[in-house]
């Protein structure tokens, strides 16, 4: 959603060889929300000082390059094979969803008491003013829209204004913030993971979102987003205990209750970030009007399901 992705042919010498090359978005209100958000200096840093050696399949970089004053940058990265079937809106299955959690808990595990992270003053925790500042800003910019598109499909929403919406969010950023923290990705959803079509794989690309936070935050939106309804509503407790096995098994032990705590209180994170997909993208294009529907009433049955209310 935040930027141009384009596969570039190569014919060098020995054959063809594929890049993916990743520019910053032709879009005003994308690159104000880059430069309000720090995501483009955020995905560069994390790609160099900490992906690089963290337990987690992620695309090789090349090069890269940054104009820190307009926020304009370029990445040029592996280009992986994957297996172009799956679909955000259609949602993931279990199988997909277990590697990704399998591939999140390494991440969360290793990373899991680490005190540099809390100086690297690129990488914000959830209650870091940058991050506040982006995420109420999207949410009364786009929470309009969003609710709009919400009605054009005949779906009821509690009622809630754009400025106690991003108040709401606020308080969860800085409430969910007090719990011991990890590496997180925060962008977990299925347009953001390569599930290979020969193996039971998965490489998990755009780390523009990267924070300092609580390792269900990253379940959260995994589940809230990348499932259908239908599903989550099924597998949703058995997927957070194989979370927590899973970082069991990196010698990180987290209760199924204190994950289950914050993966509820995380919830509304997705509302967010769904209110951010119109104000980033057009939503006349089909395909981004379908995917802010899909995130954000995914988002909203899922707060009603765990009994969350919007009312002020």
């Known amino acids: 959603m935040l930027g141009e992705i384009f596969k570039l042919t190569i014919d060098t010498d020995t054959g063809i060889e594929f890049v993916i090359a990743k520019f910053s978005s032709q879009s005003k209100e994308a690159m104000d929300n880059a430069k309000r958000g720090g995501i483009h200096e955020r995905e560069l840093r994390c790609y160099d000082e900490l992906l690089s050696q963290t337990p987690i399949s992620v695309p090789h970089i090349y090069a890269s390059w940054l104009d820190a004053e307009s926020s304009e940058y370029l990445i040029l990265q592996e280009f992986i094979d994957y297996d172009q079937s799956v679909d955000q809106i259609k949602g993931i299955t279990i199988s997909h969803a277990k590697l990704v959690i399998k591939e999140a808990a390494a991440m969360h595990a290793y990373w899991w008491g680490n005190d540099d992270l809390q100086k690297l003053g690129w990488l914000p925790a959830l209650n ?185």
């Open 128 to 312: 870091d003013e940058r991050r506040r500042t982006n995420l109420t800003t999207v949410t009364k910019l786009g929470w309009g829209a969003l609710k709009q598109i919400i009605q054009d499909e005949g779906v009821a929403i509690q009622e809630i204004s754009k400025n106690q919406l991003a108040e709401k969010i606020d308080s969860m950023l800085c409430s969910i913030a007090n719990n011991q923290s990890t590496l997180i990705h925060s962008d977990l959803r299925a347009d953001n993971l390569l599930f290979s079509p020969k193996d039971p794989s998965v490489v998990i690309v755009d780390w523009q979102g990267c924070s300092y936070a609580p390792p269900a935050f990253d379940i959260a939106y995994l589940l809230v987003q990348s499932l259908t309804v239908r599903d989550r509503r099924e597998h949703e407790l058995g997927l957070l205990q194989f979370f927590s096995e899973c970082l069991a098994n990196e010698g990180l032990i987290i209760s199924l209750d204190e994950i289950l705590n914050i993966y509820k209180e995380s919830i509304l994170y997705n509302l967010a970030i769904a209110c951010a997909v119109p104000v980033v993208n057009d939503v006349n294009v089909p395909r981004v009007k379908d995917l802010a529907f899909s995130m954000a009433s995914r988002a909203l049955t899922a707060l009603d399901d765990h009994e969350i209310s919007l009312a002020p």
